[in-house]
């Protein structure tokens, strides 16, 4: 089973910086594209990165996206209080079956 | 800028079906794939499918394979899961979302089915 891990949670004061990882399992993704959705409690998740480092139109670049082989990540310097909320890395598994697959999503705190 | 509003919170009995809308506006549907993702109380994302709107293909997660159907009426510009043989577990959010190569560009605000008798 093709899977995308990601710690449960991070913390760090505003104004710090953090990091999230997306490390693959037992799939490649070296040639696919991996995304970050934002999810504020009670609202639907809205694409933070793409294509493992491009920003959509209105996303700060405090926000900033990396792959290197099997894992990508996500790193938000500046933090803000608003920051605070579930992150999920994502991309499509080209393999045998072919799904898309998520990370079980990592958690911010802002203390 | 595209808005995606899918149908509202459903109730169902265990044993029956459930079918979810998803209507993307300000954007071109027949370009657009969509495909759903479902979010369980407190878990994380869980793809389930989606359909290319402009050849009516769909594509299943083999968990999902024979209980759900993703359907495209190009008439309407409207995206469906049907979703069968509900049981507790598919208590859930359900979200839809449009969706480009390789990411999730826009989301539906979510359609909660509950599954309880």
Redesign the interface.
């Known amino acids: 089973q093709s899977v995308l891990t990601q710690p449960p949670s991070v913390s760090a004061a505003p104004g710090q910086k953090v990091t999230i990882s997306c490390s693959a399992s037992n799939f490649n993704i070296e040639n696919n594209f991996v995304s970050w959705y934002q999810q504020f409690p009670g609202t639907a998740p809205k694409l933070l990165m793409y294509e493992n480092n491009k920003r959509p139109l209105g996303i700060p670049d405090r926000f900033s996206g990396s792959k290197s082989g099997t894992s990508a990540t996500l790193v938000i310097t500046g933090l803000q209080t608003g920051d605070e909320a579930d992150y999920y890395c994502g991309t499509w598994d080209s393999s045998l079956s072919g799904n898309w697959v998520f990370g079980g999503g990592t958690k911010l705190t802002v203390l | 800028q595209v808005q995606v509003v899918q149908s509202g919170a459903e109730v169902k009995k265990p044993g029956s079906s459930v079918k979810v809308s998803c209507k993307p506006s300000g954007g071109t549907f027949s370009i657009t794939t969509i ?1 759903w ?1 479902r979010q369980a109380p407190g878990q ?4 389930m499918g ?1 359909i290319n709107t402009i050849f009516g293909t769909a ?1 299943y ?2 968990k999902f394979q024979g209980r759900v159907t993703i359907s495209a009426d190009k008439s309407t510009k409207t995206a469906y899961l049907d979703l069968s043989s509900l049981t507790s577990e598919d208590t859930a959010i359900y ?1 839809c ?1 449009t969706e ?11 359609t909660l089915v509950s599954v309880s008798s």
Do not use: M, N, S
Not at chain 2, 44 to 47: A, C, I, P, S, V
Not at chain 2, 100 to 110: C, D, K, L, S
């Open positions: 495909g993702v994380g994302l869980e793809w989606g594509k997660t083999q979200y979302a480009r190569a390789g990411f999730f560009e826009y989301w539906g605000q979510g």
